[in-house]
């Protein structure tokens, strides 16, 4: 195959005709490289890269997303480098583009986007079939996922990532238009930052009619959940971090985990 494939940087990748040697830097990239089929491939992984868990304990860590080994990285001579142009330090992607002969830099907004990060990587790595399959589970999905919530009222909810300072998520984050995608609009509707700090007593933020409480990146307890419940004075539902923020593969999955707590909730 020659056609070209375009990442978020711009860059120009081709099919890669070799046997790849993979280094990921993103936990749900990582995911994806195995459900691509390419585990054999993977030579190098960061500790946050943990599923499919047994199939990673013997690929070796290089750092964590921000911080990672690039002498580590250099010894293990890798191919192709896969990045994200928000979860990385960029001058350090920079500097491991000096030796690593193709990095490929992703930076998915919307759920949709996943559509084509499965052709980019499924092309670069020659694994155009598998990704076609990721394709057809991801349109059956989100079909399903439709189905099983338009009947339901749209809610306005808050989705705390972090506190001291409390931060929350933008509508220009992925995070956010996949909880859209089952009915759940995030508050505030308009922001200069993609991750802004808000205020409890906000107007907009009282507006609220559902708090979702993620398991990361923050581990929020059960104190704070008493805590946020007396400050919001609304319901509180815990939702699976990994679900509605990891990307690729996890997004199929992520739909139908979706439909059930959005259902469960009403």
């Known amino acids: 195959m020659s056609h070209t494939l375009i990442d978020a940087l711009g860059a120009q990748h081709y099919a890669y005709a070799d046997t790849p040697r993979i280094v990921s830097l993103v936990p749900s990239l990582t995911e994806l490289i195995c459900d691509l089929e390419l585990i054999e491939n993977l030579i190098g992984r960061t500790g946050f890269c943990i599923h499919p868990r047994e199939t990673l304990r013997a690929i070796p ?60 990587l499924g092309g670069i790595f020659c694994r155009d079939d598998v990704a076609a399959k990721l394709v057809e589970q991801f349109h059956q999905t989100r079909r399903t996922l439709t189905s099983r919530t338009s009947s339901l009222p749209r809610e306005k909810v808050l989705y705390p990532i972090w506190r001291e300072p409390w931060m929350t998520v933008s509508r220009d984050t992925y995070i956010s238009d996949m909880l859209a995608a089952a009915g759940w609009d995030t508050l505030p509707a308009n922001s200069a930052t993609r991750f802004p700090v808000f205020e409890w007593h906000n107007n907009e933020i009282t507006n609220v009619e559902r708090v ?38 996890r997004a199929i999955l992520a739909m139908n985990y979706l439909a059930e707590l959005r259902q469960a909730t009403n």
């Open 61 to 120: 860590k290089i750092g964590g997303t921000k911080d990672v080994n690039i002498t580590r990285v250099r010894k293990l001579a890798p191919t192709h480098l896969i990045a994200d142009m928000d979860e990385n330090n960029r001058e350090q992607v920079k500097e491991m583009m000096r030796f690593v002969p193709h990095v490929v830099v992703v930076n998915p907004r919307r759920l949709a986007d996943n559509l084509a990060l499965y052709s980019l």
């Open 212 to 249: 979702l409480l993620p398991s990361e990146p923050f581990v929020f307890t059960d104190q704070d959940v008493d805590e946020i419940t007396a400050l919001s004075n609304k319901s509180v539902t815990r939702i699976d971090g990994e679900m509605v923020s990891w990307y690729g593969s």
